[in-house]
């Protein structure tokens, strides 16, 4: 009979043991992962400048991915651990951000240069700001049949930069002109919303 509580008490220890070192593996294996996750952020957040479009593509599906797989875990994060898990996720969007900025710049002087011609360096003024709109939309009509939906959200952005260089014209624009310019932009949006459908 001792031999037997022995033998179990034995057995107890060793199961406590193998649970306790189950645990501490399993804290290590998270701490682990958060930390190849770490690396890999600062890897990639490290130079957003010089990173291609098909780079930074790739590097957005891999983030997915990977935070999938963290989230999965979370329930094992100490709060410490989930803070930092939050702060890393929100350095790479912050980075992503960083990077949408930089590129769409160049990108939007594209768009304004093709949509605009002249129009997107000429200063305008309440004189001569409906012939940029009609510039506008006469560019639209001819390229609208190929457009994507970001197409059409770059063609919206130079639409709306074009509205805040009118709203700085200093002088007054002429009652004809607005109406012009007003049947103008609601031409871009019926256009838009066609696209849509």
């Given at each position: 009979m001792k031999d037997m509580f022995r033998i179990l008490g034995t057995c107890a220890v060793l199961a406590g043991l193998l649970l306790g070192s189950c645990t501490a593996t399993r804290e290590q294996?998270?701490?682990?992962?958060?930390?190849?996750?770490?690396?890999?952020?600062?890897?990639?957040?490290?130079?957003?400048?010089?990173?291609?479009?098909?780079?930074?593509?790739?590097?957005?599906?891999?983030f997915s991915k990977r935070t999938q797989e963290l989230d999965r875990k979370q329930e094992n994060f100490t709060d410490e651990l989930k803070q930092d898990y939050q702060n890393l996720k929100q350095e790479f969007q912050d980075a992503d951000e960083e990077y949408k900025r930089s590129h769409s710049a160049g990108e939007m002087e594209e768009?304004?240069?093709?949509?605009?011609?002249d129009w997107a360096t000429t200063t305008l003024n309440e004189t001569n700001v409906e012939a940029a709109y009609?510039?506008?939309?006469?560019?639209?009509?001819?390229?609208?049949e190929n457009w994507t939906n970001e197409d059409w959200e770059m063609a919206k952005r130079v639409l709306e930069r074009l509205n805040e260089r009118k709203?700085?014209?200093?002088?007054?624009?002429?009652?004809?002109?607005?109406?012009?310019?007003?049947?103008?932009?609601?031409?871009?949006?019926?256009?838009?919303t066609a696209a849509d459908l």
């Amino acid at each position: 009979m001792k031999d037997m509580f022995r033998i179990l008490g034995t057995c107890a220890v060793l199961a406590g043991l193998l649970l306790g070192s189950c645990t501490a593996t399993r804290e290590q294996q998270v701490e682990d992962d958060l930390s190849d996750f770490r690396a890999w952020v600062n890897d990639f957040t490290a130079s957003v400048a010089d990173r291609t479009e098909e780079d930074w593509k790739r590097a957005r599906e891999d983030f997915s991915k990977r935070t999938q797989e963290l989230d999965r875990k979370q329930e094992n994060f100490t709060d410490e651990l989930k803070q930092d898990y939050q702060n890393l996720k929100q350095e790479f969007q912050d980075a992503d951000e960083e990077y949408k900025r930089s590129h769409s710049a160049g990108e939007m002087e594209e768009w304004e240069q093709n949509l605009l011609g002249d129009w997107a360096t000429t200063t305008l003024n309440e004189t001569n700001v409906e012939a940029a709109y009609e510039a506008f939309m006469e560019r639209v009509r001819v390229e609208k049949e190929n457009w994507t939906n970001e197409d059409w959200e770059m063609a919206k952005r130079v639409l709306e930069r074009l509205n805040e260089r009118k709203d700085a014209i200093s002088g007054n624009v002429a009652t004809g002109s607005e109406v012009k310019i007003k049947a103008l932009q609601m031409e871009f949006r019926t256009l838009e919303t066609a696209a849509d459908l």
